[in-house]
């Protein structure tokens, strides 16, 4: 079955020999795609369906489509209003936890100090802790400061979430850059922060996007916190849809619809940033473990 | 005026001492070069000087004012550095313009200034390009540009020229140093290799495990090395040193070592620091591969030293190299094309050396110092 | 004069800039994580010597030391949920490797529209976890569900009882594994991806001169290269699996009976039902110390394959 071997770049892999003519490869990928994708769609499916076909057995495929969830949803369920709560306070957990993180990441990267690895490592703990165990001690101290059901409690409760991960990420990122490129800026006249921000930083600018796309995604599907912290007034989305399940008489349509309110966005934010992501992901991975090995 | 003085300089990283008290003084325009092994301490030294490092103990002195605490940005430096550093998302004109746009030069004076520096260098043809389709002495060159832009008055170099290839390197050499002469800067250049040293420094400080060995003009260095470190590093192919002892035989003196015998000058030997260092000081004879006689066969009028075998004879063009095994050591002997030519010696013949008198050193092999210098040596001294 | 008092003045601005400074850029993220990390984790210590119980406020808060944690160890519950975090996490995580590493190879071929199937292959591992499980719920409801109802319709066809996968004590743990091997063999598949795809060439070149069977090659080079990735995945999956909460709450919350209660949920039943918080606190110090000693081991077993390389 070998075919012509395809020159395109100067060393083919080994495994890449051919343009894959093998049937079975692509079937193979073809079911994995609908296995993937599938229940997502029907999901998506039922939401507009009205109340009796959504839960009709057999399960029906064609039918005929009614917005009738999603109308409930947002003037019964006021859904539009935790889609607000949900997009404040993802961003700005993004944006902090990025903002923040960076310079401890930059700090660990470059400076030689005392305690340095130590530090580093108690950072990454914090990211161990199941969030439950947490719930607890959290909650009586954000009732103990009037922060429970309000945004900014949550903002900073996952600022703090996604602190260990930032940093960890960015730390191997910023070693890769040389300290010559920094030192060379001091010496041309730049103070410290001119240089960092005019050279050191736009070369880490597609590390800190890719990370802060996956902070987004994680902030965004939070649950556990969302559901012990929030209350009425600044419930994300994940609880709310929960609550749906817990209803004796559970409207099957509303749920797919609660489902797509949660997921669409971040599905279609995902979509359009995919190349950054995997990108970001793939360089960054080699260099992690790079970086791992020496800093062990 | 920018002279730099450094003193008493010494800078330590956790256990282990890189800068080891030294002082230094390069005067204003000269370019000075900072020479040795790797770990020397030559490159932390650069450092201190530029404001990366911040030095123990010790004083950095540019231009008279104590600069030791500065900030490398109030220091009035320009740095080429080992990599180059070039910023990789800036245009070749954006690295070279950088420090004048730091210090917001109006844009024409920018332009003009650049326009003037690629021309210099011969890269006005690459300031619109991206740094990352240029080749290595492109990039070199763009880092020099980025140096010299705004006339510093000090110019520091680590290692530029080391990563270039063999050949555009040797070309590198004099272009450095024409350009130094040109902007007028003092200038202080590290580097490990001996002939870029040589050829470009006014005056070189040779330096080992954190202290200079010795500092001085490059034609001294290379006569009148201060010890054998210094004699051993400076040469290609480097000096041929032999443990020897000293014998008095009959009013005369000799260098004895296994298989060989040297005969020393009475008067130079007295002159020198070897017999008062004590008749138990065990002696290192150090003698450059240039400077061996080879012989085939015996002649007359000469004091042959010794009898050995060709190990193995190198050609390189316009000289050769020969080693040649004597007693349980190996000599190495340099000699031009058309001698070798005469001398028509092969592997495993057997020659006869002869080591004059007059191109002999003496180190101690204790303190590795230089007890005696070689007679030549000094008589062109005594000369100048 | 002049120079000199300027030299001075600017050089206790440089110093700044040397010692201290580190400190002074990480301090946002250390007051942060302070906070909100080591302040709830001592609190939890603390807790966890006490009697507290929040539903039983009447009773007097004791100190009890290590109480807690003794009779924690030698609660059958709790061992319960050990054995199916550990069920699930070992089955989880190794059966969702070997898929993500088949499609991972897959994909170091030259394929038309990989983007395409790439795209939806990661639709799983994006969406909402919560999302995940009401969706297998829903997708799994007894009877009614899609799946439910073609699975069911396919037993009959060979003659057996059509499973009811969520609300069958036995089954009930093996969907859930396979709703996680759903879910996150995209995350394998990425990493490995990764780490396949940024595999130099030489080694195989210099195999296939050799003659080496591609098998050969795969069992030689191809694994032993990507050690570091295949660890890196495993860590963080493992982790993660052990810590799993949103999707198993959703599904099951612990049922039917406890055939699916993992520590996590075990802990949010002590914590939110009960109200035992002393010993729920106790429960998440062990649970965190699990964790810890989980991924030092597989630090270092990742740091001894580098040694010997």
Known sequence: MATTVRQKRARPRLLEWQVQHNWWVYLILAALSIASVLPFLWVVLTAFKDRLTAFSVPPTWIFKPSIESFVTLITFRRMHKFLLNSLIISVSATVLSVGIGTFAAYTLARFRFAGRDDVAFWILTNRMLPPVAVIIPMFMIFQTVHLLDTHIGLIILYTGMQLPFVVWMLRGYFEDIPRALEEAAWVDGDSWFAAFRKITLPLVTPAITATAIFVMILSWNEYAFALFITGPNSKTLPPTVVTFMVERSVEWNQLGAACIFIALPILIFVLFVQRYFVRGLTMGMMRQLEKGRQAE | ?384 | MNQVAQGIGKQRRAIQNRKGFPWLLMSPTLVVLVLLGLFPFVYAIRIAAFNISISKPYLPQLFVGLAQYKDLVRDANFINALRVTIIFTVEAVFIQFWLGLGIAMLFQRRILLKGLFRICILVPMVLTPVVVGLMWRFLLYPHAGAVTYYVGVLAKLLGLTAPQFLANPRLALQTLIFIDIWEWTPFMFLILNAGLSSQPPEPYEAAMMDGASKWFIWRTITMPLLRPSIMIALLMRTMDAFRTFDTIFVLTEGGPGNSTETLNIFLTHLGFKFFYTSRASAMALMMLAMIIAMSFAFIKILRKEEVIR
């Open chain 2, 1 to 384: 005026m920018a002279e730099v003085l450094i003193k008493n300089l010494y800078k330590r990283f956790g256990s282990v001492v890189a800068v080891n008290h030294i002082d230094l003084d390069v005067q204003d325009r000269e370019f000075v070069v900072l020479l040795g092994p790797s770990g020397c301490g030559k490159t932390t030294t650069l450092r201190m000087v530029a404001g990366l490092e911040v030095p123990d103990e010790g004083q950095v002195q540019i231009g008279g004012r104590d600069v030791t605490y500065l900030a490398p940005r109030d220091r009035n430096i320009g740095m080429v550095f080992e990599r180059y550093a070039l910023y990789p998302h800036l245009s070749v004109f954006e690295n070279i313009s950088y420090p004048l746009r730091v210090r917001r030069w109006p844009e024409a004076k920018v332009r003009q200034r650049v326009q003037e520096v690629a021309e210099t260098l011969r890269i006005s043809d690459l300031i619109g390009r991206k740094v990352n389709q240029l080749s290595g002495g492109q990039m070199q060159r763009v880092a020099i540009g980025r140096a010299i832009i705004r006339e510093a008055s000090v110019f520091l170099l680590d290692e530029p020229i080391s990563h270039l290839d063999a050949k555009l390197r040797s070309h590198m050499r004099g272009e450095l140093k024409r350009l130094q002469r040109e902007i007028a800067s003092t200038a202080v250049l590290v580097t490990h290799d001996q002939l870029e040293a040589m050829s470009i420094g006014d005056r070189i400080a040779v330096m080992n495990k954190g202290n200079i060995q010795q500092f001085d003009r490059p034609g001294r260095i290379f006569n009148l090395p201060a010890n054998l470190f210094v004699a051993n590093f400076v040469g290609e192919p480097s000096m041929n040193f032999l443990d020897c002892a000293l014998v008095r035989e009959n009013g005369s003196f000799r260098l004895e070592a296994p298989g060989l015998r040297a005969k020393v000058d009475e008067k130079w030997l007295k002159g020198s620091k070897v017999l008062s260092a004590g008749s138990d000081s065990r002696l290192v004879l150090g003698i450059r591969p240039e400077h061996v006689r080879l012989c085939s066969g015996r002649q007359s009028g000469h004091e042959y030293c010794g009898e050995g075998k060709v190990y193995v004879v190198e050609p390189l063009g316009s000289e050769v190299i020969y080693d040649v095994e004597i007693g349980k050591s190996i000599v190495r002997i340099k000699v031009f094309e058309e001698e070798a030519k005469r001398l028509a010696v092969n592997m495993g013949d057997s020659v006869l050396l002869e080591f004059p008198s007059e191109s002999i050193y003496l180190f101690d092999k204790e303190s590795e110092k230089t007890l005696a210098q070689a007679g030549f040596a000094l008589a062109e001294e005594a000369k100048a």
